[in-house]
């Protein structure tokens, strides 16, 4: 099965400052991979996903990059504002399968 | 969140009830998977479902829980005499197509405390 590892468990940057958060995956079939936020006794938020047809893909001030021949992923916000403070969780399915494996989760804490 | 509706938000229950968590997949999406997340934890797959069908229930405790999405209504995740260890969030996601090929949404969870 997918086993997925992330780090930091938690991250504290200050107001504009980039964050990042990166992912390792274990099963080579997995093609597709989400990024969701999780605020305080919310469900988890998609954010951001690619597939594994590209290298990068961006959106206003997140981007995700992906390197499938050393199977990680990772998470870049810019210009960090307080509302990013949340855990961010990565994820993959299980090779082709529908079940996504989370990673553990990092806790963002952007301060003023 | 997405359009995913769960309910009850919180769920109380004494040890050896049974508890059941409703999920409404968003409009359109015919596919609905149930997550369980314990405190500062990541969210562990439990039970994947489609219209009156359970595709993959390998997450699922082989006892005392069982899950249905039947025609009409929404998805149930059903938990038998429950114990302490099941207090958790429970999450359920929806996709119109499997989750390879499209992004899975969730809802704001059922927070399930056992006394």
């Known amino acids: 099965g997918e086993n997925v590892e992330q780090h930091p468990s938690t991250l504290s940057v200050q107001e504009g400052d980039s964050a990042v958060i990166k992912c390792t995956y274990s099963d080579s079939a997995s093609n597709y991979f989400p990024w969701y936020k999780q605020e305080l006794g919310k469900g988890p938020q998609l954010i951001i996903d690619i597939r594994s047809n590209v290298g990068e893909k961006k959106d206003q001030r997140i981007a995700v990059t992906l390197n499938k021949t050393a199977k990680h992923f990772s998470l870049h916000i810019t210009e960090t504002q307080p509302e990013d403070s949340a855990v961010y969780f990565c994820a993959a399915p299980t090779g082709t399968a529908s079940k996504l494996t989370f990673g553990t989760g990092t806790r963002l804490q952007v301060t003023l | 969140n997405a359009g995913v509706m769960q309910n009850p938000r919180h769920l109380v229950r004494r040890r050896g009830q049974e508890a059941r968590l409703r999920c409404s997949p968003m409009?359109?999406?015919?596919?609905v998977y149930w997550y369980r997340q314990l405190p500062e934890e990541g969210l562990k797959f439990m039970v994947y479902l489609q219209k009156e069908n359970i595709i993959d229930e390998s997450g699922m405790p082989k006892e005392r829980f069982s899950a249905e999405f039947p025609k009409e209504g929404p998805s149930i995740l059903r938990i038998q005499q429950v114990v302490r260890g099941d207090s958790a969030a429970y999450f359920c996601?929806?996709?119109?197509?499997?989750?390879?090929?499209?992004?899975?949404?969730f809802g704001d969870g059922t927070r399930l405390s056992i006394l």
């Open positions: 409009k359109g999406h015919s596919h």
């Open positions: 996601a929806s996709s119109p197509a499997r989750a390879d090929n499209q992004p899975q949404h």
